[in-house]
T-cell receptor, first 111, second 115 residues
Framework: NAGVTQTPKFQVLKTGQSMTLQCAQD?????MYWYRQDPGMGLRLIYY???????DKGEVPNGYNVSRLNKREFSLRLESAAPSQTSVYFC??????????FGSGTRLTVV | GESVGLHLPTLSVQEGDNSIINCAYS??????FIWYKQESGKGPQFIID?????DKRQGQRVTVLLNKTVKHLSLQIAATQPGDSAVYFC??????????????FGQGTILTVHP
């Protein structure tokens, strides 16, 4: 049982490049989330998917898009990376009791 | 908007002491609270949760206390060990609104346990 798996673990992008962060969970959770974590600011919600086929904006959605490919997978895309998007990105999934399981994170640097 | 914050950004204790990490929340409608532990280079890990119809909940070496009157949450760790050194986050949720499953996190408290 792997829980929540994120790829890649590390990435360096040049300004303007695009990339997709992948996330998959094997716990049959309905809800999935993407958070970013910046120093001194805790975790902030980018996008979430309450169930397969639905996605909604969180607190900081600008510059990102998401796709809930199926119940297991929820990807985050940066179409044109900016230095302000340098952060650690966490994917999480939850069941109806709100119990979150987090992935190990993707450390993204935009230069 | 609503926010969850912490009184102390850092806490240093000696091994074997009890630790208390505090959290203030501002959304009086929040009805579910969670404490997470995050070790360096890892994702947050669930420690313990509490619903608003409770004042106290105990786990293994950890206790969460909820004071709804002053909107305050605390995490007590008994007999703190070096392995408890990490960043601790509180998070809250208001299930009755449209924020289903969306947690609001505090900034975090760094706990350092000295041998």
């Amino acid at each position: 049982n792997a829980g929540v798996t994120q790829t890649p673990k590390f990435q360096v992008l040049k300004t303007g490049q695009s990339m997709t962060l992948q996330c998959a969970q094997d716990m049959n959770h309905n809800s999935m989330y993407w958070y970013r974590q910046d120093p001194g600011m805790g975790l902030r919600l980018i996008y979430y998917s309450a169930s397969e086929g639905t996605t909604d904006k969180g607190e900081v959605p600008n510059g990102y898009n998401v796709s809930r490919l199926n119940k297991r997978e929820f990807s985050l895309r940066l179409e044109s990376a900016a230095p302000s998007q340098t952060s650690v990105y966490f994917c999480a999934s939850s069941d109806q009791d709100y119990g979150y399981t987090f992935g190990s994170g993707t450390r993204l640097t935009v230069v | 908007g609503e926010s969850v914050g912490l009184h102390l950004p850092t806490l240093s204790v000696q091994e074997g002491d009890n630790s208390i990490i505090n959290c203030a929340y501002s959304n009086s409608a929040s009805d579910y609270f969670i404490w997470y532990k995050q070790e360096s280079g890892k994702g947050p890990q669930f420690i313990i949760d509490i619903r608003s119809n409770m004042d106290k909940r105990q786990g293994q070496r950890v206790t969460v206390l909820l004071n709804k009157t002053v909107k305050h949450l605390s995490l007590q760790i008994a007999a703190t060990q070096p392995g408890d050194s990490a960043v601790y986050f509180c998070a809250e949720n208001h299930a009755g609104g449209t924020s289903y499953g969306k947690l609001t996190f505090g900034q975090g408290t760094i706990l350092t346990v000295h041998p």
